[in-house]
């Protein structure tokens, strides 16, 4: 059995004593002290990082479908990325030195710079599209995760995809609804409101350090005991 992550570089691990960069030439490997690589370690499963740092959701969402194995009996841990990444392929995309990214992946990103990010933000982007698509490949994820019997675990970091007095319609009201009991929370909060509040130590790139990637690992541990033990 093993335990496959997916996510950003929250879930990469970048930043990390291990992981000391982020995205180019010299990439380096996923870290080894991520909360879901610390799992995976303490139930003595093999490890698998399919998470890339600068993720959109949409592409989390891509490498989720492409990771599955009909024939394996594995764990999955998803964590959705900020809302606010619009996620698209690239010739030009980079891979590093890690054959990871064969489809071209790229993402726009709120602090980006340069006329492409300028055009996007201030002319196509919304938080109503955000909400949209977020929940969409939340709620397909979990379909076609369902539909193969795999056991998973899901977490969030931004909040902003269960807003509901801005950008909503009953269409985002509907898949709220059907998403929030299956995702998990830290201490009910999303990661990132739980990794501030509880005041531990992040990079000067808001990545979460070592202390929190290990307290998230302890609360994560009964719910993989569940996942476990589930017929």
């Known amino acids: 059995m093993k335990l496959k992550s997916f996510g950003?570089?929250?879930?990469y691990g970048s930043d990390l004593k291990d992981?000391?960069?982020g995205v180019n030439t010299h990439?380096?490997?996923?870290?080894?002290?991520?909360?879901?690589?610390?799992?995976?370690?303490?139930?003595?499963?093999?490890?698998?990082?399919?998470?890339?740092?600068?993720?959109s959701n949409l592409q989390i969402l891509e490498t989720v479908l492409s990771g599955i194995d009909p024939l394996e009996n594995d764990i999955y841990v998803v964590n959705w990325?900020?809302?606010?990444?619009?996620?698209?392929?690239?010739?030009?995309?980079?891979?590093?030195?890690?054959?990871?990214?064969?489809?071209?992946?790229?993402?726009?990103?709120?602090?980006?710079?340069?006329?492409?990010?300028?055009?996007?933000?201030?002319?196509?982007?919304?938080?109503?599209?955000?909400?949209?698509?977020?929940?969409?490949?939340?709620?397909?994820?979990?379909h076609m995760l369902d539909?193969?019997?795999?056991?998973?675990?899901?977490?969030?970091?931004?909040?902003?995809?269960?807003?509901?007095?801005?950008?909503?319609?009953?269409?985002?009201?509907h898949l709220q609804k059907a998403v929030r009991p299956r995702l998990q929370t830290f201490e009910d909060h999303c990661l990132w409101d739980w990794v501030k509040l509880q005041g531990f130590d992040v990079s000067k790139k808001w990545h979460p350090l070592e202390a929190a990637h290990e307290a998230a690992a302890d609360l994560m541990i009964p719910v993989i005991d569940t996942i476990l033990h589930r017929a």
């Open 81 to 142: 990325t900020w809302i606010e990444r619009f996620g698209f392929l690239s010739e030009t995309a980079s891979s590093g030195t890690h054959p990871w990214n064969p489809l071209g992946w790229s993402s726009i990103l709120p602090n980006d710079s340069g006329p492409v990010a300028e055009i996007y933000y201030r002319h196509i982007h919304s938080q109503f599209r955000d909400k949209l698509e977020t929940l969409m490949c939340i709620e397909t994820a979990i």
């Open 27 to 55: 990439n380096p490997p996923p870290s080894k002290f991520t909360w879901p690589a610390l799992l995976a370690d303490r139930y003595g499963l093999e490890y698998q990082c399919h998470a890339r740092p600068a993720a």
């Open 147 to 173: 539909l193969q019997g795999k056991k998973f675990l899901m977490t969030y970091t931004d909040d902003l995809i269960f807003e509901t007095r801005w950008h909503t319609s009953p269409a985002i009201t």
């Open 19 to 21: 992981c000391p960069h």
């Open 8 to 11: 950003c570089s929250f879930v």
